[in-house]
């Protein structure tokens, strides 16, 4: 990607779109919560990003390795979905590598391969975070994700800087 590149927005799903207590039962992907469902504040996310179209999304989540790339992407719904343009995770990467290393390493890795120069990373798991890209992180509660006061207004903020629209 060039400077001209459109921004991306790297996407984590469990602890942003609902609460992070998701785990897989006979093949299926359940939320153990009551009274919030999977992909609930979705549509939060939805509302954020529309002013500003340009906006890409890589997925940064674990479901992409657990249930695949085409599978993740379909969960979102279709504001969300149309934007998404790749992943962190690529079944050629070694596994082992990929465990040991934080979400910000994979997303540093991803912006290098891909030349990606404007960016901003949504996410709950923010252990060992680049202090240079600090100011590029949206951090969510793991149980409120989205939905946590203020986190909305601040990642509209940092979209419109972001876009300078």
Wanted: avoid cysteine.
């Amino acid at each position: 990607m060039s400077t001209s590149a459109p921004p991306v927005l790297f996407l984590d799903f469990d602890g942003v779109l609902h609460p992070d207590e998701v785990y897989r039962v006979r093949g299926q992907i359940v939320l153990r919560r009551d009274g919030i469902s999977l992909f609930e504040w979705a549509p939060l996310l939805a509302e954020a990003l529309a002013p500003h179209p340009s906006v890409r999304i890589v997925l940064s989540t674990s479901w992409v390795r657990v249930v695949g790339f085409d599978e993740a992407r379909k969960r979102l719904p279709p504001p969300l979905r149309e934007r998404v343009v790749g992943a962190t995770w690529h079944s050629q990467l070694n596994q082992d590598w990929w465990f040991s290393i934080s979400r910000y390493e994979q997303i540093a890795g991803y912006t290098k391969r891909h030349s990606v120069t404007r960016w901003l990373a949504l996410d709950d798991d923010v252990t060992i975070w680049g202090e240079e890209h600090l100011e590029r992180l949206i951090e969510t509660d793991s149980t409120l994700g989205l939905a946590q006061p203020g986190k909305l207004d601040e990642l509209k903020q940092k979209l419109l800087e972001l876009t300078g629209a």
